[in-house]
């Protein structure tokens, strides 16, 4: 679709003007006219590859609508002329390291005045929009009179995502266009919509196919494009009560997903359509000033800040096409079966293999279940399960690219999987482990070919989680690493390079965390009352939670591990929880762990108070391995140690990550506050001796 989109409008570029010339052209805009006087807009912004309202765009943008307000034509169109989409938004690095709020409002009233200058024309405005339509070119978009989707087209309002919300008048004309409720869960939510919600909610005027364009817009500049009519609800949701009836249950909403203390901007965004929804002059200023007072936040700079820490470890990957093309895995567990559905989904030919058939079929069955959340369609759906090859035998590993080993942590068992593996695996072929915590150099000693041998740690679920831990040990190759940040990148996920030692970065990280949660149970603390402590520093969920997520045999495997290799002391295991998984209360997955489980949530009675000191307890021994990490090599780089925290764990986004708390905190009120927590509870709070490098 792409290909005939640039397609036609290279033809069009041919074609437009009166004398076959443009009628102005810029450095990211060019300007045209058709013979009917139909002026063609087109934006290709300059080295670039998507396009984004920079400072320079929007500028040469007010030109060109200057422009054609002293040469009206019959009607405007605006279109993309990227692969990728119509305009991707605003350009994040201007975000970064905003401190000063007046010039903040300053810049968004400039920027303002473009949109609004763009909706004021005196002839009809098309945005014909493929792709991506996002953020402040989803604005530029609703600017227009009419918005013409090409089939597949999504729009929406990342914004909340950056602690923000929209700024170019988004607020004010989707809360117009369409029904309010639906308009502020797509800014509240930061989800997007494909083509077919779109038209259904009045965002899209028309779906149409490429070769439809040229009579669409015809269409639409002679008025025949019925526009979708506001119904009853639109018309009480006009009024003040029944605003605020509707923002009550906005933030009683948000409240489940977001703390307002720690995420203002839903917050913001609703008390902005509250107080201003009957008045658009109004709201549209107060939009400003709102977006102003929410850039200058360390919670919107710290979510920008991971923004770019998902582009960097993004950047991992290359550009480059992987040279995988077939994938074999062994073991449809929970973890293995959905690696072998995303990998299919993603497009490639997999082969999953088990001891049993009853694992397989469940893997093909949640596989389905995935496509429909991911809204594939029928047609996308049975492509992707054709390419889910059920291999009971393993005939597929001696065909595959890369074979991934996702069978039980068990040493011994992994070894003999190998040893069978290697005389079956073709020439080139890389064998990959995702073994969360054994050490890659244990895993590879009996290996006749140890260079190709690679860690690819995926994390639980394996559809939602974005990061993989490529783990490296002394004799892995240069060429497999890059093959499998090819990869990696290939099926969207986001790596995350680091050395074989116990438990890796993550985990490592996480265990202490997790096993303090329960040193403080068998303390008489209440588990609840834990993950609130938890919830309340920021985490999506407690580490009580979290351990029956993960799974309680799991947990106690790679704390076991640990415990046998680390030259530092972790928190001792409870005989009980050890227990309990010899009883088979795993946590969720068995409906019984540390919680009751019921249609997959947590059932939790009690509640208690929160005592001071007990955030530290359970956040500062997680620091605190991250920097044992650093100190010995696991990983290299800060930033990228934040990311695989923050997209591996869920670690509270909005403070920037691990290492970027402790920086903003200060390293040495950290280091004071685990020797406090050393004298009272012992030695596992001692602050590791990398700390020292960072002060």
Same mark, same amino acid.
């Given at each position: 679709m792409t290909g005939k989109i640039l397609t036609a409008l290279e033809d069009r570029r041919l074609e437009l003007g009166p004398d076959g010339k443009s009628e102005k052209q810029g450095e990211h805009w060019r300007l045209s006219r058709d013979g009917k006087n139909v002026a063609w807009l087109i934006f290709d912004l300059a080295g670039a590859s998507a396009n984004t309202l920079s400072d320079d765009g929007m500028s040469e943008f007010n030109d060109m609508l200057a422009h054609l307000e002293e040469n009206p034509p019959k009607g405007l169109v605006i279109r993309s002329a990227k692969k990728s989409g119509f305009i991707a938004g605003a350009d994040v690095r201007d975000f970064r390291g905003a401190v000063d709020e007046d010039a903040v409002r300053e810049r968004m009233t400039r920027a303002n005045a473009i949109t609004d200058r763009l909706a004021a024309l005196k002839f009809p405005t098309i945005a014909v929009v493929h792709g991506y339509c996002l953020g402040g070119g989803f604005e530029v978009a609703l600017a227009c009179d009419y918005r013409l989707a090409i089939d597949g087209a999504t729009f929406g309002f990342p914004e909340i995502l950056l602690g923000l919300h929209p700024g170019l008048g988004g607020t004010v004309r989707l809360t117009q266009l369409i029904d309010p409720v639906e308009a502020m869960t797509m800014m509240l939510t930061g989800k997007t919509v494909h083509t077919g919600k779109a038209k259904k909610l009045g965002i899209a005027d028309a779906v149409i196919e490429e070769r439809h364009v040229n009579n669409a817009v015809a269409a639409a500049i002679a008025g025949k494009i019925k526009k979708p009519e506001h119904d009853l609800k639109?018309?009480?949701?006009?009024?003040?009560?029944?605003?605020?009836?509707?923002?009550?249950?906005?933030?009683?909403?948000?409240?489940?997903?977001?703390?307002?203390? +720690?995420?203002?901007?839903?917050?913001?965004?609703?008390?902005?359509?509250?107080? +201003?929804?009957?008045? $658009?002059?109004?709201?549209?200023?107060?939009? !400003?000033?709102?977006?102003?007072?929410? &850039?200058?936040?360390? =919670?919107?700079?710290?979510?920008?800040?991971?923004?770019?820490?998902?582009?960097?470890?993004?950047?991992?990957?290359?550009? #480059?096409? #992987?040279?995988?093309?077939?994938?074999? $895995?062994?073991?449809?567990?929970?973890?293995?079966?959905?690696?072998?559905?995303?990998?299919?989904?993603?497009?490639? =030919?997999?082969?999953?293999?088990?001891?049993?058939?009853?694992? !397989?079929?469940?893997?093909?069955?949640?596989?389905?279940?995935?496509?429909?959340?991911?809204?594939?369609?029928?047609?996308?759906?049975?492509?992707?399960?054709?390419?889910?090859?059920?291999?009971?035998?393993?005939?597929?590993?001696?065909?595959?690219?890369?074979?991934?080993?996702?069978?039980?942590?068990?040493?011994?068992?992994?070894?003999?999987?190998?040893?069978?593996?290697?005389?079956?695996?073709?020439?080139?072929?890389?064998?990959?482990?995702?073994? #969360? #915590? !054994?050490?890659?150099?244990?895993?590879?000693?009996?290996?006749?070919?140890?260079?190709?041998?690679?860690?690819? +740690?995926?994390?639980?679920?394996?559809?939602?989680?974005?990061?993989?831990?490529?783990? +490296?040990?002394?004799?892995?190759?240069?060429?497999?690493?890059?093959?499998?940040?090819?990869?990696?990148?290939?099926?969207?996920?986001? /790596?995350?390079?680091?050395?074989?030692?116990?438990?890796?970065?993550?985990?490592?990280?996480?265990?202490?965390?997790?096993?303090?949660?329960?040193?403080? !149970?068998?303390?008489?603390?209440?588990?609840?009352?834990?993950?609130?402590?938890?919830?309340?520093?920021?985490?999506? &969920?407690? /580490?009580?939670?979290?351990?029956?997520? $993960?799974?309680?045999?799991?947990?106690?495997?790679?704390?076991? &591990?640990?415990?046998?290799?680390?030259?530092?002391?972790?928190?001792?295991?409870?005989?009980?929880?050890?227990?309990?998984?010899?009883?088979?209360?795993?946590?969720?997955?068995?409906?019984?762990?540390?919680?009751?489980?019921?249609?997959?949530?947590?059932?939790?009675?009690s509640d208690g108070e929160i005592q001071d000191g007990m955030i530290d307890r359970l956040i500062l021994p997680l620091t605190n391995a991250c920097v044992s990490c650093l100190r010995t090599g696991v990983i290299e780089d800060h930033d990228i140690l934040d990311g695989a925290i923050i997209f591996g764990t869920g670690f509270a986004p909005f403070r920037g990550g691990p290492m970027h708390y402790a920086k903003t905190r200060g390293i040495e009120e950290i280091i004071g506050a685990q020797e406090k927590l050393a004298e009272n509870h012992g030695p596992r709070f001692t602050p590791d001796a990398g700390w020292r490098d960072l002060a």
């Open positions: 639109d018309a009480a949701l006009a009024t003040g009560p029944g605003r605020a009836f509707a923002a009550r249950q906005m933030e009683s909403k948000a409240a489940d997903r977001a703390p307002r203390e +720690h995420y203002p901007a839903p917050y913001a965004l609703i008390r902005l359509w509250r107080e +201003h929804g009957g008045d $658009v002059g109004a709201m549209k200023k107060a939009e !400003i000033d709102s977006f102003a007072k929410l &850039m200058v936040s360390d =919670t919107a700079q710290n979510l920008i800040r991971v923004y770019f820490l998902r582009e960097k470890l993004k950047n991992l990957a290359g550009k #480059s096409e #992987s040279s995988i093309n077939h994938v074999h $895995v062994i073991g449809a567990g929970a973890m293995g079966g959905d690696i072998a559905g995303w990998c299919a989904i993603k497009g490639y =030919t997999v082969t999953l293999g088990d001891v049993a058939l009853k694992p !397989i079929a469940g893997a093909v069955k949640r596989t389905a279940k995935l496509c429909e959340a991911r809204h594939l369609s029928s047609i996308e759906t049975r492509d992707a399960l054709d390419r889910l090859i059920p291999d009971p035998e393993g005939a597929g590993a001696a065909r595959a690219d890369l074979i991934i080993e996702a069978a039980p942590e068990k040493l011994d068992l992994k070894r003999k999987i190998y040893g069978d593996l290697e005389a079956k695996m073709k020439d080139g072929a890389i064998l990959a482990t995702n073994t #969360s #915590s !054994i050490p890659l150099e244990k895993l590879a000693a009996e290996l006749t070919d140890p260079a190709r041998f690679v860690g690819l +740690h995926f994390f639980n679920p394996a559809s939602r989680m974005d990061v993989i831990e490529i783990v +490296h040990h002394d004799n892995t190759s240069d060429e497999t690493l890059e093959t499998v940040r090819k990869f990696t990148g290939a099926i969207d996920k986001l /790596p995350a390079p680091v050395a074989s030692a116990p438990g890796f970065l993550v985990n490592r990280a996480l265990m202490p965390y997790l096993m303090e949660a329960l040193v403080m !149970i068998d303390e008489g603390v209440d588990k609840v009352t834990i993950d609130k402590a938890a919830e309340k520093f920021g985490m999506p &969920m407690g /580490p009580v939670e979290l351990a029956d997520q $993960v799974g309680l045999d799991i947990c106690l495997d790679v704390a076991e &591990m640990l415990q046998s290799s680390l030259d530092t002391p972790m928190a001792e295991i409870p005989d009980w929880f050890r227990k309990k998984v010899e009883n088979g209360d795993l946590g969720r997955k068995t409906g019984k762990g540390l919680y009751e489980w019921k249609d997959g949530n947590a059932h939790k009675a």
